[in-house]
């Protein structure tokens, strides 16, 4: 058994690595293109890409664990761009496997989505067992990169999970273009602007807060016993919402309305999707605790400090 025990998380300026880190025993390094700001003290931090051999190197040696939280796409970012999935996701991620072969004792976790790989099921809840199909290149690139860590853990024995989130939120989510409909909305009330919706606003999804997830990659990081294998893990709330029912919940948390302009639908956008929790619960005795009513409460009360409202 290895000494190694530190944590490499890669995208850690993103909102789940922000939410993580501070609550990660050291040793703890992260990479990430963009600066990072108000790390713990301790946690080594170096702005790089995910496939920078040479810190790799210097790192995964030390490493226990590496969280891949890192994508550097959305549905509508990649729509039509199936060389940008390629560039931006694949070819950096499969650099960087090909170096983990090197590092057995590198147990992964790494951030899916379930919102996108199953694509419109005919399911009400989607298990994992379910059909993948992707509707946007940011979905067949997720679903790619899935079959190349099975077939890593195979060439490289280690343990592996694969998380297939839901839609994240809550505190400490910034407003950042194409990133996050709760606090695009949030933003868009702040400064009186229409919500550009994509068909007619009954397109369902999941909404996960965000410290239910960090609660669950704690309990799957401090796991002591480690099987050699990969397992998949749907994450989620259990319980689907209109983005029209998530503006009406909106308005009645901040009392500000939503303005909202409808266009015509998308083919990259998944119509309904709510995932089946019930294998985490079932290995872990996991699931999520918070309300989208309470989530949505706890996250307007920190934005209007954090927006001076």
């Not at 809840?125 to 690139?141: D, R």
């Not at 994509?198 to 799957?220: A, H, M, P, S, T």
């Not at 619960?281 to 949505?296: F, P, V």
Request: aromatic share 10%; net charge negative; with cysteine.
């Amino acid at each position: 058994m290895s000494s190694a025990q530190g944590i490499l998380v890669l995208g850690a300026s993103g909102f789940v690595g922000q939410q993580l880190i501070p609550h990660l025993p050291l040793p703890v390094y992260t990479l990430s293109r963009r600066p990072l700001t108000n790390m713990p003290t301790g946690v080594k931090t170096l702005q790089t890409h995910l496939d920078d051999v040479q810190i790799l190197k210097e790192i995964l040696p030390h490493c226990r664990w590496l969280v891949h939280l890192a994508s550097d796409s959305t549905p509508g970012v990649s729509a039509g761009k199936p060389l940008f999935e390629a560039e931006h996701n694949l070819l950096p991620n499969l650099r960087l496997f090909e170096l983990l072969q090197d590092y057995p004792q590198v147990n992964l976790l790494y951030l899916s989505s379930g919102g996108a790989v199953y694509g419109n099921p005919q399911a009400d809840i989607v298990s994992e067992q379910n059909l993948l199909q992707p509707l946007s290149y940011y979905a067949a690139g997720k679903i790619a990169l899935e079959a190349f860590i099975l077939a890593l853990v195979q060439q490289s024995p280690r343990h592996a999970i694969i998380l297939r989130p839901s839609n994240f939120y809550g505190t400490g989510q910034t407003y950042r273009p194409g990133f996050g409909i709760i606090p695009t909305i949030l933003e868009y009330q702040r400064l009186g602007k229409p919500l550009q919706i994509w068909g007619d606003g009954e397109n369902v999804r999941d909404y996960l807060f965000i410290k239910d997830f960090i609660e669950l990659c704690l309990l799957l990081l401090q796991q002591t016993e480690l099987e050699t294998g990969t397992k998949i893990y749907n994450v989620g709330a259990g319980r689907g919402y209109s983005l029209n029912q998530l503006c009406d919940l909106l308005e009645q948390v901040t009392g500000q309305p939503v303005l909202r302009e409808y266009h015509a639908a998308r083919t990259v956008d998944v119509r309904h999707i709510v995932l089946d929790t019930s294998r985490i619960h079932a290995d872990y005795s996991w699931q999520a605790q918070t309300s989208l009513q309470e989530g949505l409460q706890q996250t307007w009360e920190w934005w209007k400090t954090a927006t001076g409202q």
